[in-house]
């Protein structure tokens, strides 16, 4: 019988159905009477941009280096946030440079009285909103945010064993794990993998949980040790197979991991979280979808999305076809576009929510028009 | 060539075929090396701007439930003035125009804003974005060439309705919103029978009048009420301070834009084209027809700032859809570009630009060869610009 000193938080579940209006509603819709054609939020924004019934944001109120490379994010939620699981993640759109970019982060944040939340963030090479939120976020700052959303966190019955395999920012979910969940664990391994000893993320404290003896940690530093391979598994951890397994990492391992743990015939005990990848095909024209018609047709690297469309059949809206009346703007689900008169690319994964003026841009790769 | 000017003392006809190019290109390389260098600190202009007019209008209209004090009326009226006219011109004009599209803030994006006006914007889109920024000044295809209802061309036939369009244009000012919103559903088109009256006019026309109620509703009846309400003791000059407050802001606005927008293109020395003069135009030849039918206004930093930067016509015709705030900067560069081509930069503070329109529409509502030297330009324009001075001679 486990004993948890530290209640599971629960995320809770969204509200099914059509409620009844609120009192609140029904008076910000009369409100609305007065402020049209803005809303009564859009000037509620103005003095409290976290109240409730906003839009979800949250507001930096500490930026603490973890290492060289990356930095914790200590976060005051809207009232609208709905709590999260360990281990799960969160959407964040960041004002980089003037222009909102959306990335997910693992919460990291162990369990706070306060409501705050943490995301644990490391620079990726020609990250633009790593580096920003690394090297230029300031406490003060309102982000937007998503709520916490992932599924890969603990059971609501611990497991008996856990074996934990994670490399560079890999850590930072199972970190979010740890501190919430380590009360009502017996039995944790953690072989983690980073370039060297001062490169790993929430070293001292996970080495502080080791020298107590809550966990067995397994540094690996690949600078000097190379890459964790499966195999190395079967000596580092000989009992792997009566374990639990979580991982987080690069695509190679957690693919290597996979076939390891499908090759023993025990997949389900392997559980992976994979960042969702930041690399975008991009390309001289490629297939282009238009999500809401259910059409694709294959576009070359030249030819507006505009004409794309409509040579497909597709009811486009248009107007100027040159670039200038915005008459034919249309959401950018997913891939690549290039503007043609400039060459630029522009790139968009869903919740991006990036419009493109689709007579003056053409395929640069996959790309998916929510039209 | 196919930028024609229709006329013998064409303002461009020294430009040749490379000529056009080469600006083209020139023009190209500028857009792109502004928006290379867009970044934080235009976002931040945009939303100071944005905030201070929020503020702006909230206080104002806080100040005027308390109207009937006359000069709660007077500071209300004047802020709630400024504050639409901040929202129309450098803050809804401006966005629906999809400037701020590369920020990416679906709260500042053409697709969704709506603005302040009785006009919905998805209509005004079409006709302001689509119909004239496309074909600006071109007779007959350029419905901003007299909005339908003045002749503000020698081109433009002239018929006796057009002796009264002083008055018109007068009119115009005071219900410009209205005007605007008549002239995106091409209202005259319709009333003389060049247009049927379909299912889409039907769709349009009812957005139009929703529109109108909200607005109506807004300024002419809640607000009002709403002055009552706080002011129980003296419910009906409560009530009636704030609503001819509201009245007068409306006005106010109207009467601004409308003359801001005239400055525009009706100024003298600013060239129209005929329909047939636009067949197969290429970039380089649209970007020319843009430098010489646009005029700017000079002011400072106030006067750009309220007329939304369309103080800046010329910049804002060549890029509709770059961030307002940048014109100022390529101003020299454009003005230098028009020197090294030949071309006149047609410029002048808003009182004279604002007269010479004006000038322009009630010589106009004559016929051309009714006294001959009616129809002249006037001298004082010939200084301005030389080479078109003599044209209508």
């Given at each position: ?52 019934g ?5 507001r ?17 939620p ?6 999260h ?19 997910a ?20 090479p020609?990250g ?5 939120l690394?090297?230029?976020?300031k ?13 890969f ?9 856990a ?32 370039p ?10 996970l ?12 540094e690996r ?43 023993a ?13 930041q690399?975008?095909?991009?390309g ?7 999500a ?7 576009a ?11 040579a497909?059949?597709?009811?486009m ?6 670039g ?9 689900a ?12 522009t ?13 003056v ?7 998916t028009?929510?039209? | ?15 040749t ?9 020139e023009?190209?390389?500028?857009r ?24 702006l209008?909230l ?10 004090f006359?000069p709660?009326w ?19 004009h ?12 679906p ?42 209802i003045?002749r ?10 057009h ?8 009119l115009?000012?005071c ?7 008549a002239?995106?559903?091409e209202?005259g ?28 509703r ?54 129209t084209?005929s329909k047939?003069s ?5 970039k ?15 002011g ?7 007329t ?26 454009i ?8 071309l006149?930069?047609?410029t002048?503070p808003?009182?004279k ?12 509502s004559l016929?051309?060869?009714?006294f ?10 010939a200084a301005?610009?030389p080479?078109l ?5």
């Open positions: 019988m486990f004993l948890t000193t530290v209640p599971r938080p629960t995320a809770v579940p969204e509200r099914v159905g059509r409620p009844r209006p609120r009192p609140r509603d029904l008076l910000l819709r009369a409100a609305g009477a007065l402020t049209t054609p803005l809303l009564p939020t859009d000037y509620l924004d103005l003095v409290d941009p976290l109240r409730s906003a839009q979800l944001r949250g930096i109120e500490q930026v603490r280096p973890e290492t060289a490379e990356s930095a914790t994010l200590v976060l005051r809207g009232r609208g946030w709905r709590g699981v360990p281990g799960q993640y969160v959407r964040i759109g960041v004002d980089v440079d003037g222009v909102r970019l959306w990335r982060y693992s919460l990291t944040s162990g369990p706070r009285a306060d409501g705050r939340v943490a995301i644990t963030v490391k620079v990726i020609d633009r909103v790593s580096t920003h690394v090297r230029r976020a406490p003060g700052t309102v982000l937007q945010l998503d709520q916490a959303t992932g599924d966190h603990l059971p609501a019955t611990p497991p008996a064993r074996l934990f395999v994670t490399a560079g920012s890999g850590i930072t979910p199972v970190m979010g794990m740890l501190r919430h969940h380590l009360p009502s664990l017996r039995d944790v391994v953690i072989v983690h993998s980073a060297t000893a001062e490169a790993v993320i929430f070293g001292s404290e080495r502080d949980m080791a020298a107590v003896g809550r966990i067995r940690l397994l530093h690949t600078d000097r040790d190379g890459l964790l391979a499966p195999e190395d598994l079967e000596r580092l951890v000989p009992d792997w197979v009566d374990r639990q397994a979580w991982a987080c990492g690069p695509p190679a391992m957690l693919d290597a991991l996979e076939a390891h743990w499908a090759e015939d025990l997949p389900q005990q392997l559980h992976t979280e994979r960042f969702r990848a690399v975008v095909v991009t001289d024209g490629g297939p282009v979808t238009f809401r018609t259910g059409r694709t047709v294959e070359d690297g030249a030819t507006p999305l505009l004409d794309v469309g409509e497909a059949g597709v009811l809206p248009s107007g100027c076809r040159m200038i009346c915005m008459g034919c703007v249309r959401p950018l997913s891939g690549a576009v290039r503007d043609l008169r400039t060459g630029a690319i790139t968009a994964e869903p919740g991006d929510g990036v419009q493109v003026q689709t007579c841009t053409a395929a640069a790769g996959p790309c028009l929510d039209h | 060539m196919t930028v024609i000017q229709k006329r013998a003392d064409n303002p461009v006809a020294h430009l075929d490379e000529d056009i190019e080469l600006i083209g290109k023009l190209d390389a500028l792109e090396e502004v928006f290379a260098g867009l970044g934080e600190a235009e976002a931040r202009y945009i939303r100071r701007v944005i905030t201070t007019q929020r503020w209008e206080g104002s209209r806080g100040v005027l439930l308390f109207a009937w006359p709660a007077i500071v209300g009226t004047a802020g709630l003035s400024v504050a639409k006219i901040l929202e129309n011109m450098e803050i809804g401006n966005i629906l125009h999809g400037q701020w599209d590369w920020m990416r803030d709260t500042i994006h053409s697709t969704t804003w709506e603005w302040d006006n009785v006009a919905p914007a998805e209509m005004w889109k079409h006709s302001h974005n689509e119909i004239h920024h496309r074909y600006t000044n071109v007779v007959g295809r350029d419905n901003d060439l007299g909005y339908g003045m503000v061309d020698e081109d433009q036939r002239w018929s006796p309705f002796l009264g369009q002083p008055l018109w244009n007068f115009n000012a219900f410009f919103e209205y005007g605007i919103a002239y995106d559903l209202l088109k319709y009333y003389k029978g060049k247009k049927k009256v379909d299912a889409a006019f039907k769709r349009d026309a009812r957005k139009v009048l929703h529109k109108i109620g909200r607005q109506f807004r300024d002419y009846l809640l607000h009002p009420v709403a002055a009552a309400a706080v002011n129980p003791w003296n419910l009906v000059p409560a009530a009636l301070a704030t609503l001819s407050a509201n009245v007068v802001a409306n006005l106010a606005r109207n009467i601004w834009t409308h003359s801001v927008i005239m400055c525009g293109h009706f100024p003298a020395g600013v060239a084209f047939t636009i067949e197969g135009e290429t380089g030849e649209w970007y020319v027809r843009q430098m010489v039918g646009s005029a700017n206004i000079t400072g930093r106030l006067t750009h700032l309220m939304g930067n369309l103080s800046y016509q010329v910049e804002h015709h060549l890029f509709p859809d770059m961030p307002s705030i940048r014109y100022q900067t390529i101003a020299p560069r003005q230098d570009l028009f020197e090294r081509y030949g006149t930069y047609v002048g808003l009182p630009q604002v007269g010479s329109a004006w000038w322009k529409v009630i010589r106009l016929p051309n060869d009714l001959g030297r009616v129809n002249r330009t006037p001298a004082a324009d301005v610009q080479e001075a003599d044209r209508a001679a």
